[in-house]
């Protein structure tokens, strides 16, 4: 049938099964949301304050669904406004289809009104990007942009669509996606062999996990294979829930702010096995110290991580669930008692603590915990309380926590937990932030408040800008560049003149009130909880150390 390049883009859509895009519209893109206007019932449309707003949303609908998320801006300043979310999605492997609006084919090239080269400028931060200027090419592309963000190691395309190509017609022809199959092809028989023989061998294995087993769907798989090898494991960032956190054999989170027991006992042990990471310096600390002591087995679908940042002396490439199927079906159940003991008696010796006589941010963050059962998504800014968020919340499940980790992106919670809400309806959604990231988006309060999502914003309010101040303490001095925020913005009235809900918290005894009021609301809620300037992050590693040099306050004090 003949159609619009519009009609084309979304019926393409409704091919791939999206149910529902974040964006904001301009002038290239009026003839994309007038047929959006014909299909609101098919096709929900968010519109958020900002275009970098509609790119965190869609990575955070992605991340907590597993489908591709989608966004849409026009040309120019709107396409510029989503390189943040982009670069962001690229650096978490997050399967996401960007949609942009440029000027018409005849005025490309010309510096035309809101005209930019979206595509040079997206090409480093994204798997593939397009720019359309046909419009028989378009429904092609469109299934080929798909397809490429969700494939092998997903991440974000760019699809650029010249504006009078939304206009033209051509004929157009429904096609059912194909199921997108899982990378098996390179996985290397020679290769699960030598990793079985090096598991048989090891006599303290350590199992480390990456956001590649959440991304994958590994969570069963991992489970069994955790328990056939009978080694403990720790995680990153980007792992977290993949790996049942209430699990005895779970140590916590390695590298920077991990836990003391992760950190020694992967120095300790004789093999760590790495699954779908990409040993991020934060995790390593000093890459020439880390793991010095063992043999290293890595997992991962995406070749060019291999030996990037740490030589190993195993790997398998392929899908992490397809490759942990395949290990299962040939090990046998070790042991390694005495090992497993002496990890445990580490775990015991060294726990995670805070003062407990005050309000702080960890103490915000397990009560929230313990009222959410651990079954809420938490999306997270960057800082401190994202490390809090981390540390103190336990994830028993994959994609509960939604948080930039490769790029360290500031302002990326709240447009997340927007995403995340449309994406899993039935789940409490918490973005938890400091002061300082939350400045930076603060206008999708706006949003939640227009469409009502139930989404809860969790401010640790510390009035500085808490991680950098933390290191300007410990490194730099205690000399405070720019990093005290000592104005008289008021969150609570903020919220409440965006139509939101708001409490402030300013001590320990009005936490759990206030949670459970803001749970049991089911409404947009903005929580303003004052933390002292100087609360840290414990146990840390100072940069360019080794994992196993990691201190907390009560060794710097002894020092």
């Keep these: 049938m003949l159609l619009t390049g519009s009609q084309i883009l979304v019926e393409c859509l409704k091919e791939q099964g999206v149910d529902t895009v974040f964006g904001y519209p301009g002038g290239a893109v009026?003839?994309?949301y007038d047929e959006l206007y014909r299909h609101q019932e098919e096709i929900h449309h968010v519109l958020t304050s900002h275009e970098q707003g509609a790119s965190?949303?869609?990575?955070?609908?992605?991340?907590?669904t597993g489908k591709v998320g989608v966004c849409i801006a026009t040309s120019g300043p709107g396409a510029t406004n989503l390189v943040t979310g982009i670069a962001t999605?690229?650096?978490?492997?997050?399967?996401?289809?960007a949609i942009t609006g440029n000027v018409g084919v005849p005025l490309l090239g010309k510096d035309s009104f809101q005209e930019v080269d979206i595509k040079g400028i997206t090409m480093p931060i994204t798997k593939h990007n397009f720019i359309v200027k046909e419009v028989s090419e378009l429904a092609d592309i469109l299934r080929r942009a798909f397809?490429?963000?969700?494939?092998?190691r997903p991440g974000p395309v760019l699809v650029d669509i010249a504006k009078d190509v939304t206009a033209n017609k051509a004929e157009y022809e429904k096609v059912t996606p194909k199921v997108v199959v899982r990378r098996t092809e390179t996985i290397e028989e020679n290769a699960i062999e030598g990793t079985l023989a090096l598991i048989?061998?090891?006599?303290?294995p350590m199992i480390f996990v990456g956001g590649g087993a959440v991304i994958s769907g590994a969570h069963a798989e991992l489970k069994e294979f955790v328990h056939k090898v009978d080694a403990p494991v720790t995680d990153s960032l980007m792992g977290k829930g993949a790996f049942d956190g209430e699990d005895p054999y779970y140590t916590g989170m390695l590298g920077m702010h991990g836990t003391k027991t992760a950190n020694l006992s992967v120095t300790k042990s004789d093999l760590l096995i790495a699954i779908g990471t990409r040993f991020s310096d934060r995790v390593t600390g000093n890459a020439k110290k880390f793991a010095y002591n063992a043999k290293i087995i890595h997992i991962d679908v995406d070749p060019a991580e291999i030996n990037k940042n740490v030589g190993v002396d195993e790997s398998i490439i392929g899908d992490v669930k397809s490759v942990l199927e395949i290990l299962n079906s040939k090990l046998e159940k070790q042991d390694h008692k005495d090992w497993i003991a002496e990890v445990m008696a580490c775990k015991e010796k060294f726990p995670l603590r805070y003062n407990k006589e005050t309000l702080t941010g960890p103490y915000v963050v397990e009560k929230l915990c313990e009222l959410t059962k651990g079954d809420a998504i938490i999306t997270t800014e960057v800082g401190q309380h994202q490390m809090w968020a981390a540390q103190y919340y336990t994830y028993r499940s994959p994609r509960t926590l939604l948080t930039s980790g490769g790029l360290g992106t500031m302002g990326y919670g709240l447009g997340a937990a927007i995403g995340a809400k449309y994406g899993v309806p039935d789940k409490t959604v918490v973005n938890i932030a400091g002061d300082g990231c939350f400045r930076m988006n603060m206008n999708e309060l706006a949003t939640i408040s227009r469409y009502q999502v139930p989404v809860i914003e969790l401010i640790f309010n510390n009035h500085v800008l808490g991680m950098v101040r933390q290191w300007q303490t410990l490194f730099y001095g205690k000399r405070y560049s720019h990093t005290i925020l000592n104005d008289s913005v008021d969150y609570v009235k903020l919220a409440e003149?965006?139509?939101i809900k708001a409490f402030r918290i300013t001590k320990k005894e009005e936490v759990e009130d206030v949670l459970k009021e803001a749970i049991a609301l089911k409404a947009p809620v903005v929580i303003d909880c004052q933390i002292d300037c100087d609360d840290k992050v414990w146990p840390m590693v100072a940069p360019g150390a080794a994992i196993e040099e990691v201190f907390t306050e009560e060794d710097l004090e002894k020092r």
């Design 200 to 204: 048989r061998g090891a006599k303290r």
């Design 147 to 152: 397809k490429i963000a969700k494939t092998g």
């Design 497 to 499: 003149a965006m139509g």
């Design 89 to 97: 999605a690229y650096m978490d492997s997050v399967p996401m289809v």
């Design 30 to 32: 009026l003839n994309i």
């Design 56 to 64: 965190h949303a869609a990575d955070g609908y992605a991340r907590a």
